[in-house]
């Protein structure tokens, strides 16, 4: 039972270049998060997946896209990465409703020069 | 909009004294609060959560007690570790609807020395 899994763990981008970052869960959980970590600001949310087949935009949706490829999968994407989107991009999942804990992957430090 | 409010870090302490970082939020309806730790180089992961107003959660010998009428979250713990160095971040999630959204604080470090 791996909870939840990101990949890449580390990348570097240049201006301009598009990278996926990939998440799994194995918990059978329907809502899905991702989030960016910014020094002194917390975590935002970015987009997130309340169910299979949907998806909606958070606080920061802008210069992102994202998937819900199945259950398990929410990938991601940088179109055309920028130096503002340099930061730890955590992914979480959790049960559906707002009472339930989200269980959180171990992050993605990404750099854009 | 919704938000939570943390307390300025670090917060440094010697082993054995009373951790207490604040935590306030502004929202609408009734909320659900936690509070989630993150260890050096890992994710997030949850430490305690209260659902209803006066509620207490409590887990590892740390507490926060839902208080509406000064719409607070404060965490306590009577007695810190070395091991309790983290970073604590306290959340919201607006009750209704079926998403999970969680509202972060800014998040406030706490730094324990033996």
């Known amino acids: 039972n791996a909870g939840v899994t990101q990949t890449p763990k580390f990348q570097v981008l240049k201006t301009g270049q598009s990278m996926t970052l990939q998440c799994a869960q194995d918990m059978n959980h329907n809502s899905m998060y991702w989030y960016r970590q910014d020094p002194g600001m917390g975590l935002r949310l970015i987009y997130y997946?309340?169910?299979?087949?949907?998806?909606d935009k958070g606080e920061v949706p802008n210069g992102y896209n994202v998937s819900r490829l199945n259950k398990r999968e929410f990938s991601l994407r940088l179109e055309s990465a920028a130096p503002s989107q340099t930061s730890v991009y955590f992914c979480?999942?959790?049960?559906?409703?707002?009472?339930?804990?989200?269980?959180f992957g171990p992050g993605t430090r990404l750099t854009v020069l | 909009g919704d938000s939570v409010t943390q307390m300025e870090g670090p917060v440094t302490l010697s082993e054995e004294a009373f951790l207490t970082i604040n935590c306030t939020y502004t929202?609408?309806?009734?909320?659900?609060l936690f509070w989630y730790v993150q260890y050096p180089g890992e994710g997030l992961q949850l430490l305690l959560k209260?659902?209803?107003?006066?509620d207490k959660g409590s887990n590892k010998g740390f507490e926060a007690t839902y208080r509406k009428e000064t719409t607070s979250f404060h965490l306590e713990k009577g007695s810190v570790q070395v091991s309790d160095s983290a970073v604590y971040f306290c959340a919201l999630s607006r009750s209704g609807g079926n998403t999970g959204k969680l509202i972060f604080g800014q998040g406030t470090t706490s730094q324990v020395k033996p």
């Open positions: 929202a609408t309806g009734y909320p659900s």
């Open positions: 979480a999942s959790s049960l559906a409703g707002p009472y339930n804990e989200q269980f």
């Open positions: 209260a659902t209803k107003a006066d």
């Open positions: 997946s309340a169910s299979e087949g949907t998806t």
